[in-house]
């Protein structure tokens, strides 16, 4: 379906210092109605996104939008109308929300989020309410010793996720080291990504792990997603043949690289931000920005309509 067919809407992500986030009930008479939204309306012709965001949540909800950047964008087919969500989070605001139109308003626990309390389309953005803005890649240890080192000095800066890579190990080794470090993770309550056989996850011995991630050559190889929606499926990308791939079996974050020029990727030419958000604009998933990056591009990633950043160096410094 082309651009001009799909109903432009622009939404917004409040969550509050309670890691709760704000949603209202659409009216029992409109598209969906009697579900919760996350606020916002369509974008007029000729209107900005961020202009519509702040037309709506004045007439909605009455509060005034200071501070919003990208987060999301989703396209979705419902069986009498397709939409393109701009999704943005609102980082800042003044006023007290309110239903202005008559509809209930509530802050949820981001926790407590089902999908069946929400149109179809928003089934994305509650999956991505969970990831954080910067995951770290485990760099390749040589010894069992160095590994708790860095695991110790990455499980310390407390990240979100850890991509337990050690791509230079046998399978079994992998299966030892990653066991050990997902009991470490575990009690700091850190989610580690696995990237061995699917088949160990799904039905052997590792079935409370959470995050599972292939690199590029399995993720060709695959025709569905191997595991779970209960688990976190990421995949490594570096052009948008292979992201366009990873959009059709359902993952649901990709790690685009490289982004800025590194040592490790010399052989391949740097994207640069234009690029990057050039080719992370074009697929329905969220989208981290690998390469060269640093903490401090995590804001630079959202501006470019990427969704945080992911690196070894950056977190393996001293």
Request: net charge negative.
């Amino acid at each position: 379906m082309s651009q001009e067919n799909l109903v432009h809407v622009a939404v917004g992500v409040v969550i509050n210092a309670h890691a709760e986030v704000l949603v209202s009930l659409r009216l029992a008479s409109s598209h969906q109605g009697g579900l919760w939204e996350f606020p916002g309306g369509k974008v007029e012709q000729g209107e900005s996104v961020q202009s519509a965001l702040s037309r709506e949540f004045e007439e909605e909800l009455g509060i005034t939008v200071l501070s919003a950047f990208p987060f999301l964008r989703i396209r979705h087919h419902y069986p009498d109308k397709s939409v393109l969500l701009d999704v943005w989070t609102i980082s800042e605001y003044s006023g007290i929300p309110v239903g202005k139109e008559g509809q209930e308003v509530a802050w949820k626990p981001l926790n407590s989020l089902q999908s069946d309390d929400f149109p179809e389309a928003n089934e994305r953005i509650i999956r991505s309410l969970a990831l954080p803005d910067r995951i770290a890649i485990t760099p390749e240890a040589s010894s069992f010793e160095e590994l708790r080192q860095i695991i110790k000095h990455l499980s310390n800066q407390h990240p979100g996720l850890i991509y337990f890579r050690q791509n230079e190990q046998n399978a079994k080794t992998y299966l030892e080291w990653f066991e050990w470090a997902q009991a470490e993770c575990k009690v700091k309550n850190i989610t580690l990504m696995y990237s061995g056989e699917a088949k160990n996850i799904e039905e052997g011995p590792l079935t409370e792990v959470g995050a599972y991630h292939v690199g590029l050559e399995q993720l060709l190889s695959l025709k569905s997603r191997p595991v779970s929606k209960q688990r976190l499926f990421s995949a490594s990308c570096y052009d948008l043949a292979q992201l366009k791939h990873a959009e059709a079996i359902d993952v649901d974050f990709a790690f685009l690289s490289p982004v800025c020029a590194t040592a490790t990727h010399s052989k391949k030419p740097a994207l640069g931000w234009g690029k990057f958000q050039d080719l992370a604009t074009q697929v329905n998933i969220p989208v981290y920005a690998l390469g060269g990056v640093d903490l401090a591009d995590v804001d630079t990633s959202r501006m470019h309509k990427g969704f945080g950043i992911a690196g070894v160096s950056t977190f393996t410094k001293s």
